[in-house]
């Protein structure tokens, strides 16, 4: 599905490479958590796929197509194929939440089209479909500029979405929401890959969120691998490898204590529906 192989990147100025012949597999449906210590090249990874980011060397290849030998316009045709999530949910604050799911069509329907709102009725009608599945009925004519964090990443993920992406890229989709909406988050992302089959690649600072939605892990230090195997073999000596000393268990602790809090949360809401009239 996903191959790159020998991936590197160095900006310039900088003496050590951002990226250092990085090398990886992502089969159909998986789903990947980027994991590592802040410069270890696990945004610079997820920008250089869709090439954001110019690799300096190494070779990107998605479904037999391969993406580091594209000009600008095949290229543009290629980013269609992929999905982005971004830290900052990248919405334009003065549209409504239906205008920014519209623009993840933006590559199929073109600009003027676009401009004019002139989108095929079937766009119009997955839109609303996406927005009911990420929890969001009734919000498609509110500006994006009022809705909270957790909502306006819900707008960003059911964009992505909406180009129906052969691969999906998630950059610190967590990082600025709290622990509980965090978590609610990337349920929601775990869920939607597993029912579209679509492969994704997540950058995550919170190792327990990785853990507990990411099936595969990758870990990154000094722009190198140092770590890619299942969740269940990343223990503490893995970890120490790629972040150095840290209190795991008390970690692992804190993050069981949530995960209860969020049953406990959720039978609650089951119950308040169960005997809403």
């Known amino acids: ?29 998986e789903i990947i958590a980027l994991i590592g210590p802040s410069g270890a090249g696990k945004s610079t990874l997820i920008r250089c796929i869709n090439r954001l980011v110019e690799p300096t060397a190494g070779r990107i290849v998605l479904a037999g197509e391969e993406l580091t030998a594209l000009r600008a316009r095949e290229l543009r045709r290629a980013r269609r194929r992929i999905g982005m999530v971004f830290q900052e949910f990248a919405l334009v604050e003065r549209l409504s939440v239906m205008e920014n799911l519209l623009s993840g ?40 500029d009022t809705l909270s964090g957790g909502q306006r990443q819900r707008v ?24 509980r909406t965090a978590r609610q988050i990337m349920r929601l992302i775990h869920e939607l890959c597993t029912e579209h089959k679509l492969p994704a690649i997540i950058n995550l600072h919170d190792v327990p969120l990785a853990m507990r939605f990411c099936p595969r892990i990758i870990g990154l230090r000094g722009g190198r691998i ?7 073999q990343l223990d503490t000596t893995v970890l120490t490898q790629i972040y150095g000393d840290e209190d795991w268990a008390s970690m692992a602790g804190e993050q069981a204590d949530d995960d209860a809090q969020d049953d406990v949360a959720s039978g609650a809401a089951v119950v308040d529906r169960g005997r809403a009239p």
């Open 1 to 29: 599905m996903l191959e790159i192989e020998g991936l590197s990147k160095h900006y310039p100025g900088t003496a050590a490479a951002a990226l250092d012949n990085v090398s990886l597999q992502l089969e159909g449906g």
């Open 105 to 144: 069509r933006l590559g199929y329907v073109g600009l003027w089209r676009s401009v004019l709102r002139r989108f095929p009725q079937s766009d119009i009608t997955r839109a609303f479909e996406l927005l009911e599945r990420v929890g969001l009925e009734g919000y498609a004519d509110r500006r994006a």
């Open 156 to 179: 960003g993920i059911a964009r992505a979405l909406m180009q129906a992406p052969e691969l999906l890229l998630v950059d610190e989709p967590t990082a600025s929401l709290d622990p």
């Open 226 to 232: 140092v770590f890619d195997g299942p969740v269940k």
